[in-house]
Each structure stands twice: as structure tokens, then as C-alpha cells.
Nanobody, 114 residues
Framework: QVQLVESGGGLVQAGGSLRLSCAAS??????????IGWFRQAPGKVREGVSC????????HYSDSVKGRFTMYRDDAKNTVYLQMNSLKPDDTAVYYC?????WGEGTLVNVSS
């Protein structure tokens, strides 16, 4: 049974940093074989993509709104994906989710105060 568990969210002031984690378990292959995405959903808005690791091209893509501020990386030994978020803005406030195949975690809330 595949499980994704996000953690690391919290309340932070604008300009601050947070590191989100997504621990994966139950995947039949090593983590680097999969396309992995971070998404977020702000109150009253649709879920949007933040970053995505393309397993075929070995490239990570970022949305324009987070490019240069967020970095996605993996620790294959721990089966964990991270999202390092720097220079946070109030507009980054949302529940953040990781996604692999059809699997989603429960999300972790990031609240950026101005």
C-alpha cells in the first residue's frame, strides 16, 4: 500500500523559510523512477502545481510564482522528497501536497504572515 506523508508546514513570517518533507512508503520501485510533484491549494482556490520532477529527463520544473525561491530535491536512501521554500510570501499560504502517480498525501499547511 503506497503512502505519502507530508510534514514541515507551519506559521512563518514573510521572508522566512520552511522545508517540507514527503515520506513515501510502499512504492514498488526506487523513488527516482517516478515523476514527483508538489502542489498547493490556497483557501478558495484550485490546486496548482508548484514543482515537478521529470523522471525521464531528470529535470525539475517550477511554476513561475516560485521559481528561484523554492527547490525540490530527493533523498533516495530515505525515500523522502523535500521542498525547500525560501523568501516566503503571504501568497504562498496554502496546504501543500506531494503526488506520485495517483497517490496523494494529506497535505501540510503553510501559513505566511505579512
Amino acid at each position: 500500500q503506497v503512502q505519502l506523508v507530508e510534514s514541515g508546514g507551519g506559521l512563518v513570517q514573510a521572508g522566512g523559510s520552511l522545508r517540507l518533507s514527503c515520506a513515501a512508503s510502499g512504492l514498488p520501485l526506487d523513488l527516482h523512477y517516478y515523476a514527483i510533484g508538489w502542489f498547493r491549494q490556497a483557501p478558495g482556490k484550485v490546486r496548482e502545481g508548484v514543482s515537478c520532477f521529470n523522471s525521464a529527463a531528470k529535470i525539475t520544473h517550477y511554476s513561475d510564482s516560485v521559481k528561484g525561491r523554492f527547490t525540490m530535491y530527493r533523498d533516495d536512501a530515505k525515500n523522502t522528497v523535500y521542498l525547500q521554500m525560501n523568501s516566503l510570501k503571504p501568497d504562498d499560504t496554502a496546504v501543500y501536497y506531494c503526488n506520485i502517480l495517483q497517490y496523494w498525501g494529506e497535505g501540510t499547511l503553510v501559513n505566511v504572515s505579512s
